[in-house]
């Protein structure tokens, strides 16, 4: 029982991480109907910003503020630069604008900080805190903690701020939303900002558990993809819950199911994906779209 | 039925003749290499296929070339099966997945089939390790080396590359003929405008998971000519990374034409070695901006850029704009 617990939380920990990175692409795909295949490696990509920092001698929470603002940064000028000149292009060549967004940032890190695994240093305390006479990770407590809170301030910013609204309007309807006033342009480069952020805190929250290496998010963003695929693609929520259930329930099967075990876990994220595609497309939370001939 | 122009079929025996002459008059290293041209050029002809003609975006049909040389690499390494009953079965069985995939893929529109096969593509080797009896899991399984057959004065590298660009002329050849006429049509119909298609009576259950079928035979003999030529197979083989470097031959060399195929082809196996006259460190850097760059400014590729270079050199469009306006005075 003692260990079930453990590995529901351990899982809502993974699960979290998930959880933020699908937010990520979730962002994204609503604005602008694209899924960004670069978004674990931007996530990536950071998290070594964040490293670089702490080498330089700032304290890990400090670098792990600063290393959120240059995401953002960054986010806001890949739009500008890389996206918005193909943003009315076809479906192939978003694709694979974002595609070599990913094998950019991946050779980029690589060739920055070398393709050895680095160690990366946890921002929680290591030793494990009781509660109920059960003892948990501090670390996957604070996983959890982090990741939910980031989320709650995305949605914060989305329901309560002018700013987000304006970001709201502009993704759903763009031209009404020029006429109000609102530069839809930059909305949606702030979208990539905000999605960039979000990426980073996970890679930062997983970095201490995956170690740091140029591949680290090549299999959590295939985690990310089940995840919003399973709350549905449109939805933010869908992608928290998405992420969490997907996490717990991968996790267990990992565990638990001597046939999956480790080396299968991609494959049955693999087969989420597939058989929610296949069945209900919307996913959990999202609306079923329907087309006009 | 389309009739061949005759053009055409003059480039055709002009690759016939270069392919042909080529091994005898680059240094001997290279022989190898184009082997691997021969084999990224039948992998990517099915992307064109797929992808370019058909508008289904795969990011995954490194798992076919998986698939197709361990098909090879089992049957050779376990029950000592020579290669040519090999990759015709490798083939096969490509095609079988390949209409089972292809069934799913009709129920995943656009940006969705990229997604389910970019995931197919990073979970590949982990399939392949995980099923340790069949596959030698993490070690891989190693083959014997090919060698000419009696009787053939040509030695194992040049016997290995006519064999392989004969198979690719076949794959080609074969391609040509699907394509054109009545597939090829409903091919580019169902990509450009499902709606008006299926309304004129294509059907598009049949020939989209043809096509992806194909795709995935073109993908498993490529595969099986990989395992043939390293005489080796492992889950590193056939990473991510290959799938990813099929749709950048496709991309660069041009997604709409055979002929990108070959020239993807070639692009894939001698890029590494200008992308690291570039940067050496960082190979991939430069794939990833050439990408990116290549998509800004020559969506069509290599041949496609090409294309319109020569047309533009043949019927300049000042020339003609100037014969057009010209004002007639009496």
Not at chain 1, 50 to 68: C, H, K, M, N, R
């Amino acid at each position: 029982m003692h260990e079930l617990a453990q590995q529901i939380v351990s899982g809502l920990a993974t699960g979290s991480i998930f959880a933020s990175l699908a937010l990520a692409l979730v962002l994204i795909y609503r604005a602008m109907g694209i899924i960004n295949f670069a978004q674990g490696e931007m996530a990536m990509f950071t998290t070594y910003i964040a490293w670089q920092l702490v080498q330089l001698g700032l304290p890990i929470w400090l670098a792990f503020g600063a290393t959120l603002v240059i995401a953002f940064a960054g986010g806001v000028a890949l739009e500008r630069i890389v996206i918005r000149p193909v943003e009315r292009a076809n479906q192939l060549t978003i694709v694979i604008v974002t595609l070599g967004l990913f094998i950019a940032f991946n050779g980029l890190a690589g060739w920055f900080w070398g393709y050895i695994v680095k160690s990366f240093p946890t921002p929680f305390p290591t030793s494990p805190i009781q509660v109920g006479g059960i003892g948990f990770s501090a670390q996957d407590l604070g996983i959890i903690v982090v990741s939910l809170l980031t989320l709650g301030l995305i949605t914060l910013f989305f329901q309560k701020t002018k700013l987000g609204l304006a970001m709201r309007a502009a993704a759903l309807y763009p031209e009404q939303s020029r006429v109000m006033g609102i530069r839809v342009g930059w909305m949606l480069a702030l979208g990539w900002g905000l999605a960039a952020v979000v990426g980073a805190v996970a890679g930062i929250m997983i970095a201490p558990v995956t170690f740091l290496d140029p591949n680290m998010m090549q299999s959590v963003i295939v985690y990310a993809f089940a995840s919003a695929v399973l709350g549905g693609i449109e939805s933010p929520v869908g992608a928290v819950v998405g992420g969490l259930v997907l996490g717990v329930v991968i996790n267990l099967l990992g565990t638990y199911v001597e046939f999956i075990g480790n080396e299968l876990r991609l494959a049955a994220a693999l087969a989420i994906i597939v058989l929610v595609l296949m069945v209900k497309p919307s996913g959990l939370f999202g609306r079923t779209v329907v087309h006009r001939v | 039925m389309k009739r061949t122009s005759s053009g055409t079929l003059l480039r055709v025996a002009l690759a016939v003749a270069v392919v042909a002459i080529v091994p005898w008059i680059v240094p001997s290293f290279l022989v190898f290499d184009l082997v691997f041209v021969a084999a990224y050029a039948i992998a990517i002809l099915g992307l064109v296929i797929l992808t370019g003609m058909n508008g289904q975006i795969s990011l995954g049909h490194g798992a076919f070339m998986a698939l197709g040389g361990y098909v090879v690499a089992v049957l050779a390494h376990g029950a000592g099966w020579p290669y040519w009953i090999g990759v015709p079965l490798a083939a096969l069985a490509c095609g079988a997945v390949g209409i089972v995939i292809g069934l799913v893929a009709l129920r995943l529109e656009g940006v969705y089939l990229a997604l389910a096969t970019f995931s197919l593509a990073v979970a590949t080797p982990s399939f392949l390790k995980h099923f340790k009896s069949v596959t030698g899991g993490f070690g891989g399984l190693s083959l014997n080396p090919v060698t000419a057959p009696p009787g053939v004065p040509l030695d194992a590298q040049h016997w290995l590359y006519y064999v392989s660009w004969g198979v690719a002329g076949v794959c080609f050849l074969l391609s040509a003929l699907l394509v054109r006429g009545k597939f090829g049509r409903a091919l580019r119909a169902l990509r450009d405008n499902p709606i008006a298609a299926v309304s004129f009576g294509v059907n598009p259950y049949v020939y989209k998971t043809l096509a992806f079928a194909w795709s995935a035979v073109l993908a498993g003999i490529a595969g099986g000519f990989f395992a043939i030529a390293t005489a080796y197979v492992s889950p590193d083989t056939f990473s991510f990374a290959l799938s990813i470097t099929l749709l950048i031959g496709a991309v660069l060399g041009g997604i709409m034409t055979f002929w990108g195929a070959l020239a993807g082809g070639v692009v894939i196996e001698f890029l590494p070695l200008v992308a690291q006259q570039v940067n050496a460190a960082a190979p991939s850097v430069v794939y990833g901006v050439a990408l990116i760059l290549v998509m800004m400014f020559v969506p069509d590729g290599i041949v496609g850029g090409l294309l319109r270079l020569v047309r533009t050199a043949s019927f300049p469009p000042s020339a003609a704009s100037v014969a057009v306006e010209q004002p007639t005075r009496e």
